[in-house]
């Protein structure tokens, strides 16, 4: 088993940043942020895989940066230069094998 907790959602006016965390009872290698606009289907924000690598979305590339710390078992989504249309409820995400984990999420509400 494995659990995911996020934390670190707000509301930020745009062009403003906020770095979210989620801790994790225990780390693997495929580690991800995913979001969910309202009406929209979840998709992909960045994610590490087990090459090692680090993708991105198209549209969060060069302002958002995933990192990790293994020994405190968190992974980090930090956003930058943030726009009305990163509004989303943001989730973690874990595969171990053939399970994947999720967490709550996070809202991020960006608004003037």
């Known amino acids: 088993q494995l659990q995911l907790s996020e934390s670190g959602g707000g509301l930020v006016q745009p062009g403003g940043s906020l770095r979210l965390s989620c801790s994790a009872s225990?780390?693997?290698?495929?580690m991800a942020w995913y979001r969910q606009a309202p009406g929209k289907q979840r998709e992909l924000v960045a994610t590490f895989t087990t090459t090692p690598n680090i993708n991105y979305s198209d549209s969060v590339k060069g302002r958002f940066t995933i990192s990790r710390d293994d020994n405190e078992k968190k992974i980090y989504l930090e956003m930058k230069s943030l726009k009305p249309e990163d509004t989303a409820v943001y989730y973690c995400?874990?595969?171990?094998?053939?399970?994947?984990?999720w967490g709550q999420g996070t809202q991020v509400t960006v608004s003037p």
């Open positions: 995400y874990a595969r171990s094998g053939l399970r994947t984990y």
């Open positions: 225990r780390m693997t290698a495929t």
